[in-house]
């Protein structure tokens, strides 16, 4: 099957500095990618939908000025978290859509100290 | 879409089979139903997708009536490493990828 990759896996950064988490498709072209976001125990909730080349179009109650999405090139879409606080320590998902499926990244864990 | 009701847990015997049932009674005439499987810390992993009737593929069946108001995940012979969450989604058309989860099943198998 196809291959997304998130970059890093893990990542503790300190309150009100800025977070990049990169999603590749590894062995396909995703001109559309997602991301969402899961805290303890709770669900995957969709923040955002990247498109390449064009502006991310948010969920109600996703700060666009906060999560900085940019979808450059067919295979890469970057999640940056602007001046991070400790509640927005979770774990970010991406997904990337081939055939008739949806890929997942690994996550990646942001603990925000 | 079509909200998704699922056990919150469950827990089975190794070597048992699973049956996870999953209702969304508002499934509208284009929607799919999709189970995905989820590991701690780690991003959901596609099990099965089908539209009506029966689907298997080499780790599971999905079962779904006629009505399509639920349908039900079989995982046959479970191993201690099928211990994860289970998510249903209903989803607007076969490739549709903007994906709504719900709370899922986490499924426990004991030794």
């Known amino acids: 099957g196809a291959v997304v990759s998130q970059h890093p896996s893990w990542v503790i950064c300190k309150s009100g500095t800025s977070v990049k988490i990169e999603c590749r498709s590894l062995?396909?072209?995703?001109?559309?990618m997602f991301w969402y976001r899961q805290f303890p125990k709770q669900s995957l909730m969709l923040m955002a939908t990247s498109n390449e080349g064009s502006k991310a179009t948010y969920e109600q109650g996703v700060e666009k000025d906060k999560f900085l999405i940019n979808h450059a090139s067919l295979t890469l879409s970057t999640l940056t978290v602007t001046s991070a606080h400790p509640e927005d320590s979770s774990f970010y998902i991406c997904s990337a859509s081939f055939g008739l499926e949806a890929f997942f990244g690994q996550g990646t864990r942001l603990t925000v100290v | 879409l079509a909200k998704t009701t699922q056990p919150i847990s469950m827990d089975s015997y190794e070597g048992q089979e699973v049956n996870i049932t999953c209702s969304h009674n508002n499934i509208a005439t284009n929607d799919y139903i999709t189970w995905y499987q989820q590991f701690p810390s780690q991003g959901p992993r596609f099990i099965i997708q089908?539209?009506?009737t029966k689907v298997t593929n080499e780790v599971a069946s999905l079962f779904i009536p006629a009505d399509r108001k639920s349908s039900t995940l079989s995982l046959p012979r479970v191993s201690l490493s099928d211990t994860a969450v289970y998510y249903c989604?209903?989803?607007?058309?076969?490739?549709?990828?903007?994906?709504?989860f719900g709370k899922g099943t986490k499924l426990s198998v004991i030794p």
């Open positions: 089908g539209y009506k």
């Open positions: 062995d396909f072209q995703a001109t559309t």
């Open positions: 989604l209903v989803s607007r058309g076969a490739g549709s990828y903007q994906l709504t």
